[in-house]
C-alpha cells in the first residue's frame, strides 16, 4: 500500500509552457494532468507533488492544491531568498525546494557560491532541499550535500542512472558515497524512464537494489513519478518494482514513513 507517495506532478500546457518538454517524446505527457487523474492513477493516501517548472507562479498554483506536502521553486540566487521562502511557506503545506539543476549548461551550477548560499537558506527555513540531477552533475551534488550537513537533502530519481545503455560505475560509488552523508535520503523514483524502451524488471531491478542497501528503508521512500512515468510505464508497474526489492520489514518506512519524517508531513 502506498501510503505516501513521495514524488509526483500536476500540470496543464495549455496553461504554461515546460520548455523541456522539447519534442515528440514528450506528446504523451502533454495536457492537462490534475489531481482527479493523478488519483484515479494512482492508490497513495497522500502525495508530495514536486515543481516541474521554474516559476514561482507555478509553485503557488501547487501550494493551493490539497496535497499533503509542495516541493516548490524559488530563485536561490536571489538576494532576499529567505524572504521568498518565507512568503511560499505562508502560502501553503511547503515542504522543500528544487531546481532543475539537471539541465543548467555547467555541470558545476550547484556549487555557486550564490547558490550555495540560497540552499543554505533553504535549510535555515526549515525546508528540504531535493536534488534534480544526472550523471554530469553528480560530482557537485556530492560537494553540496557535504558543504552544508545542516541541509536535509532528497537525491531525486537515484541521481537518474543510465540504465538504457547498462551504467554501472561510477554512479553505483556515487551512491554509496551519497548514502555515507546522514544528511542525504533518496527516492526510489524515475527509473523506468531511464531504461530502454523495452525494459525488463531484470534492468531496472539491480539499481533499485543498490540503492535500498546504501541508504536503508529509514532513508528511502516510494515516488510514482506520475505523469512521466506513464512514458515508459504504468504506475502499477512502477509500485510492484520497487514492491520487488522492499522487504515487508522496509515497507512502512520506504511506502510512507520516510517521506513524513523527511517532509515533516503532519
Given at each position: 500500500m502506498i501510503h505516501v507517495d513521495a514524488h509526483h506532478h500536476l500540470w496543464d500546457t495549455a496553461v504554461?509552457?515546460?520548455?523541456?518538454m522539447d519534442g515528440p517524446w514528450a506528446d504523451p505527457i502533454r495536457g492537462r494532468f490534475d489531481l482527479a487523474r493523478y488519483a484515479e492513477a494512482v492508490p497513495a493516501r497522500e502525495s508530495v507533488v514536486v515543481q516541474a517548472v521554474?516559476?514561482?507562479?507555478?509553485?503557488?498554483e501547487l501550494l493551493a492544491a490539497p496535497v499533503a506536502g509542495v516541493v516548490g521553486w524559488t530563485d536561490l540566487t536571489a538576494p532576499d531568498v529567505a524572504e521568498r521562502l518565507a512568503d511560499l511557506k505562508a502560502a501553503g503545506p511547503l515542504v522543500g525546494i528544487r531546481h532543475l539543476a539537471q539541465d543548467e549548461p555547467d555541470p558545476g551550477w550547484l556549487t555557486r557560491p550564490s547558490v550555495v548560499r540560497g540552499v543554505a537558506a533553504v535549510g535555515a527555513a526549515g525546508l528540504v532541499y531535493d536534488l534534480l540531477v544526472k550523471p554530469p552533475q553528480a560530482a557537485a551534488a556530492l560537494d553540496l550535500a557535504r558543504r552544508l550537513p545542516e541541509v536535509s537533502f532528497v537525491l531525486d530519481h537515484a541521481g537518474k542512472p543510465d540504465i538504457a545503455h547498462g551504467m554501472w560505475e561510477p554512479w553505483a560509488g556515487w551512491i554509496t558515497d551519497m548514502a555515507a552523508l546522514p544528511n542525504v535520503t533518496v527516492k526510489l523514483s524515475g527509473l523506468v524512464t531511464e531504461a530502454a524502451p523495452d525494459w525488463k524488471p531484470a534492468d531496472i531491478l539491480p539499481y533499485a537494489r543498490h540503492v535500498l542497501a546504501a541508504f536503508g528503508a529509514s532513508r528511502t521512500m516510494y515516488g510514482s513519478d506520475w505523469p512521466v512515468c506513464t512514458l515508459a510505464?504504468?504506475?502499477?508497474q512502477v509500485t510492484a518494482l520497487v514492491e520487488e526489492v522492499?522487504?515487508?520489514?522496509?515497507?512502512f518506512e520506504v511506502m510512507g514513513g520516510t517521506a513524513r519524517r523527511v517532509y515533516g508531513l503532519s
Open positions: 504554461r509552457d515546460y520548455s523541456w521554474m516559476d514561482e507562479a507555478e509553485t503557488r510505464a504504468t504506475p502499477a522492499v522487504a515487508d520489514d522496509e515497507a
